[in-house]
C-alpha cells in the first residue's frame, strides 16, 4: 500500500537502526512536513500520469481543491498505517531477536520502542476523534 510506504518514511525520520536501537520520535516529521511530501508526491506522480496520457494539461493547471483533498484524504490513511508500521516492525524486531539474539542490535529494546509508539500513537488517535 502507498499509504503505508508513506507511514513507513515517516517513521523513519526517527532512526532507531543505529548501534543506540534508540528511535527518537521528536524527528517524525510534523503536520505541515507531512502535507508537504504527500502534496509534492501527488502533483508529480499525477503530472506523470498526465504525460502518459499524452494530454496537454500542465502542472500549473492542476486542480488545487482536488489536490488538497487527496492530500487530506491521504494523510489519513497514512495516519493509521503509521500505527500497523509500528507493531509490524516491532513485532519483526521480536522476531528478529529470538532468531539472531541481540549481541550485534538490541532487537528488543527496538522493538519495544515500536510497539510503546504504537500506543502513544493510538492514544493520539483516539483523542483527535
Request: charged share 25%; with cysteine; glycine share 4%.
Amino acid at each position: 500500500y502507498l499509504s503505508f510506504d508513506i507511514a513507513n518514511h515517516f517513521n523513519e525520520f526517527a532512526g532507531g537502526t543505529d548501534p543506540s536501537a534508540t528511535p527518537h520520535y521528536e524527528w517524525f516529521p510534523d503536520r505541515d512536513a507531512q502535507r508537504s511530501f504527500v502534496k509534492s508526491y501527488l502533483e508529480v506522480t499525477m503530472n506523470e500520469s498526465t504525460d502518459d496520457n499524452e494530454s496537454s494539461k500542465s502542472s500549473n493547471d492542476v486542480d488545487h481543491d482536488d489536490i488538497d483533498k487527496r492530500v487530506d484524504a491521504l494523510l489519513l490513511e497514512v495516519d493509521g498505517f503509521i500505527m500497523a508500521n509500528h507493531l509490524y516492525w516491532g513485532l519483526w524486531a521480536v522476531n528478529q531477536a529470538a532468531i539472531e539474539g541481540c549481541n550485534e542490535f538490541d532487537y528488543l529494546k527496538y522493538g519495544t520502542a515500536r510497539i510503546n509508539q504504537y500506543y502513544v500513537q493510538k492514544k493520539q488517535a483516539e483523542c483527535r476523534q
